[in-house]
């Protein structure tokens, strides 16, 4: 069996290329002809609410179960045909931690190992070596059960880091998590990405898209209803907000007024919002900041702080499907909510 | 603030150590299979290091069957109150008994390990699937070892003699554990198909007891009315007693031993794919 090529468009390589894949569970469609690319060295955030069919995906893409219809490739592979081959070329790190909760966290590390053909020393060396890196190496002779959330879910990163993968699935990897460890989890995840792991990322999580992702594919039903880069996406949703800091909270009024006293062509809405500190002032284009930022200069305004600030991906959802996230139960509406506060 | 700060241009993933290269197909050659399987079944021996309590039944169950049989039974079963005769025909019916029971915590242990996450590891894993359930059963053959000797070894106290040889006491040892070994492959896909440990409990239970007492281990079927005896006669549970018995004690051996690994193999030829095929398509 050979590798099939798919480099089309002549850049870099797709690691994983799926074509109109659909799954069914009875009645219900869990996956309803899903289309989507991984390029090589980079990490698809694919988003969507509980129940859009986003583990199904990754249970598809990892050969534990068969699609119904459609195809899917995973460096190179076909997930039906070649299950064999795929399966040594990705990791899989799930919702729910899949490590052995009865055994350390070393010891975990070496079964590993020794079940992708290393030798006992290497198998040894890898485990030593994972346990460092994902700061793991005080509790490693602990039973895993004794282990927190995040340490938990980083001894299974670790597990899924053992092969050298060429794929990384991570199936809501912070879903759960309280917001530190949730950081500590994203850290782990942003410095595998900086060494060049291609990663598929499903979360419900808008924040955790934006912080790890470089393309979006936002599914919904089993479908897939938008797709692009994330600073694409959300340039369809609207315009950026430019934030101002002035080095006089007290002059937020005063700065307010100069602006929509000087009517510049297309700038409205401005804001003061002393609480923060801040002057938030909608934009559509390059040039309204330029000249909002040079009108404050001229008037003698001190500026500590500026920046522009997209519209979150809520927002975007909001604007894509005209609805909030289709929830399918009332505790991850907290948990959105939580994170996005 | 930062609305980018994922990387553009990432860097080669760190070499470290790569697997060896699988062949074309991915097949999986024998004597990785067979390290596959032993990293398993150390995870099979470290999960009972860590819990302990698992070892129970296999340590506690031939002492309080062994005592309460002997005792129970035994002087109503030989007459005249002679319970050391009975612990000679006892002793190697039990052993047949044992494996029954083991094999049937294994269709419930099966039953909550396969639920767990990490079974989703195994099967993403470029392992033959079939390694999963093989460590499992290497395993329980050693429990299965522990609980024969402790069988063994009360049989003793209660005055068990060896007729033949030790020879012939490890052949019935062996014997049993090979046809113990064939009834965990029907209770893993008891397991495997099963939704609850409780349901796999109770349809065990209703295989068991009929099998069990409509055998030779406690009483001779020559006591029991007709067609009683013909059910106990084509049941592989009297057969492994008879033979394990006789080789204990002294007697035809041949037929009773040939007609235990017969069931033996028909049973792991039969129920061993299907629970392979089950693990396999369990999503």
């Known amino acids: ?341 | 603030m930062s609305t980018a700060t994922t990387a553009e241009a990432p860097t080669k993933a760190p070499t470290g150590i790569r697997p060896p290269v699988m062949d074309a197909d991915g097949r999986i050659g024998p004597r990785a299979n067979l390290r596959h399987i032993g990293a398993l079944v150390r995870r099979n021996a470290l999960q009972i290091k860590q819990d302990p309590e698992s070892m129970f039944d296999a340590v506690f169950m031939p002492i309080i069957f062994t005592l309460l049989f002997v005792y129970v039974f035994g002087g109503a079963v030989s007459g005249k109150g002679n319970q050391g005769e009975y612990v000679n025909y006892l002793i190697p019916g039990l052993m047949a008994m044992q494996g029954l029971n083991i094999a049937m915590a294994v269709g419930t242990g099966i039953n909550d390990d396969f639920k767990k996450g990490v079974m989703d590891r195994f099967r993403t894993m470029p392992i033959a699937r079939s390694s999963v359930l093989i460590a499992k059963i290497v395993v329980e053959i050693g429990r299965m070892m522990v609980a024969t000797s402790i069988l063994l070894i009360m049989g003793f106290i209660l005055g068990l003699s060896i007729h033949t040889s030790v020879l012939e006491l490890l052949a019935a040892v062996g014997l049993s554990l090979v046809f113990g070994a064939s009834l965990m492959w029907i209770f893993i896909l008891l397991g495997l198909t099963m939704k609850t440990a409780q349901a796999v409990q109770g349809v065990a239970m209703l295989v068991l007891m009929p099998l069990q007492f409509g055998s030779s281990i406690f009483a001779k079927p020559t006591t029991m009315p007709g067609w009683l005896q013909t059910f106990t006669d084509y049941n592989p549970l009297s057969n492994l007693a008879d033979a394990a018995r006789n080789l204990v004690n002294g007697g035809p051996v041949a037929h009773s031993a040939l007609m235990t690994m017969g069931w033996a193999v028909a049973i792991t030829a039969i129920t061993a794919p299907l629970a392979v095929a089950k693990f396999r398509k369990r999503t």
């Open chain 1, 1 to 341: 069996m050979t590798r099939i090529d798919n480099n089309p468009e002549g850049g870099a390589a797709n690691a994983v290329t799926v074509r109109g894949l659909v799954k069914h569970f009875g009645d219900t469609k869990a996956l309803d002809g899903v289309d989507l690319d991984v390029r090589e060295g980079t990490v698809l955030g694919v988003l969507g609410p509980n129940g859009a069919g986003k583990t199904t995906l990754v249970r598809c893409l990892s050969t534990l179960i068969v699609p119904d219809a459609g195809t899917a490739t995973v460096a190179g592979y076909d997930v039906v045909k070649q299950p064999r081959q795929l399966r040594r070329t990705i990791g899989l790190t799930g919702q729910y931690a899949s490590v052995d909760e009865k055994l350390s966290g070393w010891e975990n590390l070496y079964m590993i190992g020794r079940l992708l053909d290393l030798s006992r020393k290497d198998a040894r060396a890898r485990a030593d070596e994972l346990l460092e890196r994902f700061s793991l190496t005080e509790a490693a002779k602990r039973p895993a059960m004794n282990y927190s959330g995040g340490m938990r879910r980083r001894l299974d990163l670790a597990a899924s880091m053992i092969g050298n993968p060429a794929v990384l699935y991570l199936d809501e990897p912070t879903t759960g998590l309280d917001p530190r460890t949730r950081n500590e989890v994203w850290d782990e995840v942003q410095r595998m990405v900086a060494e060049g792991a291609t990663v598929l990322l499903t979360t419900q999580y808008m924040e955790e898209a934006e912080q790890l992702a470089n393309q979006l594919t936002v599914i919904d039903r089993g479908k897939v209803i938008a797709n692009g880069g994330i600073n694409e996406l959300k340039a369809k949703v609207g315009g950026r907000t430019l934030q101002i800091r002035p080095t006089d909270p007290g002059q937020l009024g005063a700065m307010a007024r100069a602006i929509a006293e000087a009517g510049l062509d297309g700038v409205s809405g401005t804001q003061a919002v002393p609480d923060e500190g801040l002057l938030n002032v909608p934009i559509l284009s390059d040039e309204q900041l330029t000249a909002v930022v040079g009108l404050l200069g001229a008037r003698g305004f001190g500026i500590a702080h500026i920046g522009t600030h997209l519209p979150s991906l809520d927002e975007v959802f909001l604007a894509i499907t005209g609805q909030k996230p289709t929830l399918q139960e009332s505790e991850s509406d907290d948990e959105i909510q939580e994170v996005a506060a």
